[in-house]
């Protein structure tokens, strides 16, 4: 039994300020991957791709990138992880292609206004009450009023109007929210089922190339691909393949692993302020001091908390 597996077992009360220290790195970490796939997500889809390739390439490339590691594992203990299918296909199910395709369609539809709230709300919130339900996380008053911080936040940093919520923004909104329940999800079968972050990284990946890729090639075929500017494609490659494919799905799990999953579900609410100005290079947009504003309000409710009690209760 790993360390990790161990550790969670054990009755404690406290998280060690070394798990706390290394899952606000991990946080970070997953934030700004999260802010960075957004960001290109926007600019590739603004040159002629569409949600089905974006999720092509981030799935498609994460999937031979960490197919080595499935291959591995499967090689060690075979017997152990055919097993926990249940498991695996839960993670698949809820943090694969289907995700890819709920925020990539989203992105297409909803203002970039939205982007900003929606999903990262239906992650904090829903990632909050799921725990309380299904891990017996404490669902204090501190935590509650850090995450309405959080989303107030995020609607400053994005500046949402009302009258915006309407026709084809609504089915967007829709899809943001479906993709940040199942993100949710996610977080809580990795932390109830005690699932290694590097292998849930793969069998997702893995699952989405044999599964995903040849449905897209089937449909769609090659050649719309192809057709895509190099300039735009490889880009898209390096960021939605190598770097947010695979690299979301590991800092995420590692840091449910290390903080819990009501904890991490908040961190993705950075990720937008972050994108403003990752957007400055990369769109052309500078950022307002409204959205630097809004970033100081959604990291202090996330801050809130992140330290509200620090207590655990085993799965």
């Given at each position: 039994?790993?360390?990790l597996?161990?550790?969670?077992?054990?009755?404690?009360?406290?998280?060690?300020?070394?798990?706390?220290?290394?899952?606000?790195?991990?946080?970070?970490?997953?934030?700004s991957i999260?802010?960075?796939?957004?960001?290109?997500?926007?600019?590739?889809?603004?040159?002629?791709?569409?949600?089905?390739?974006?999720?092509?390439?981030?799935?498609?490339?994460?999937?031979?990138?960490?197919?080595?590691?499935?291959?591995?594992?499967?090689?060690?203990?075979?017997?152990?992880l055919?097993?926990?299918?249940?498991?695996?296909?839960?993670?698949?199910?809820?943090?694969g292609?289907l995700?890819?395709?709920?925020?990539?369609t989203?992105?297409?539809?909803?203002?970039?206004a939205?982007?900003?709230?929606?999903?990262?709300?239906?992650?904090?919130?829903?990632?909050?009450?799921?725990?309380?339900?299904?891990?017996?996380?404490?669902?204090?008053?501190?935590?509650?009023?850090?995450?309405?911080?959080?989303?107030?936040?995020?609607?400053?940093?994005?500046?949402?109007?009302?009258?915006?919520?309407?026709?084809?923004?609504?089915?967007?909104?829709?899809?943001?929210?479906?993709?940040?329940?199942?993100?949710?999800?996610?977080?809580?079968?990795?932390?109830?089922?005690?699932?290694?972050?590097?292998?849930?990284?793969?069998?997702?990946?893995?699952?989405?190339?044999?599964?995903?890729?040849?449905?897209?090639?089937?449909?769609?075929?090659?050649?719309?691909?192809?057709?895509?500017?190099?300039?735009?494609?490889?880009?898209?490659?390096?960021?939605?393949?190598?770097?947010?494919?695979?690299?979301?799905?590991?800092?995420?799990?590692?840091?449910?692993?290390?903080?819990?999953?009501?904890r991490a579900?908040v961190?993705?609410?950075?990720?937008?302020?972050?994108?403003?100005?990752?957007?400055?290079?990369?769109?052309?947009?500078?950022?307002?001091?409204?959205?630097?504003?809004?970033?100081?309000i959604?990291?202090?409710?996330?801050?809130?908390?992140?330290?509200?009690?620090?207590?655990?209760?085993?799965?």
């Open positions: 039994m790993s360390s597996t161990a550790r969670i077992d054990q009755p404690l009360r406290l998280i060690p300020d070394s798990s706390l220290g290394r899952g606000l790195l991990m946080g970070l970490a997953a934030a999260g802010a960075l796939y957004t960001v290109f997500a926007r600019w590739g889809i603004a040159r002629g791709m569409d949600a089905a390739d974006m999720t092509l390439v981030r799935f498609g490339v994460a999937g031979v990138v960490t197919l080595p590691v499935l291959a591995l594992a499967m090689k060690r203990d075979a017997a152990g055919l097993a926990r299918w249940r498991s695996w296909l839960a993670v698949a199910l809820l943090a292609p995700f890819g395709l709920l925020m990539f989203a992105l297409q539809w909803a203002p970039a939205h982007a900003a709230v929606f999903p990262f709300t239906a992650m904090s919130v829903m990632g909050t009450l799921m725990s309380a339900a299904f891990l017996g996380d404490r669902l204090t008053l501190r935590k509650a009023g850090g995450i309405a911080v959080v989303v107030a936040g995020l609607v400053v940093l994005s500046g949402l109007e009302i009258r915006s919520l309407t026709g084809r923004a609504l089915w967007g909104d829709a899809l943001f929210i479906a993709a940040g329940t199942l993100w949710a999800g996610f977080g809580i079968v990795m932390r109830k089922q005690r699932i290694d972050p590097l292998l849930a990284t793969a069998v997702i990946s893995v699952f989405a190339l044999v599964t995903y890729v040849p449905i897209y090639l089937a449909i769609v075929g090659i050649q719309r691909l192809l057709a895509v500017a190099p300039t735009v494609l490889w880009p898209e490659v390096i960021v939605q393949g190598l770097i947010a494919g695979a690299g979301t799905l590991y800092t995420y799990s590692k840091m449910v692993a290390l903080l819990g999953p009501a579900a961190f993705p609410a950075l990720a937008p302020g972050i994108a403003a100005f990752l957007a400055w290079p990369v769109l052309g947009h500078v950022p307002t001091d409204i959205e630097a504003a809004g970033l100081l959604a990291v202090t409710g996330l801050l809130i908390t992140v330290t509200a009690g620090r207590s655990t209760r085993p799965s």
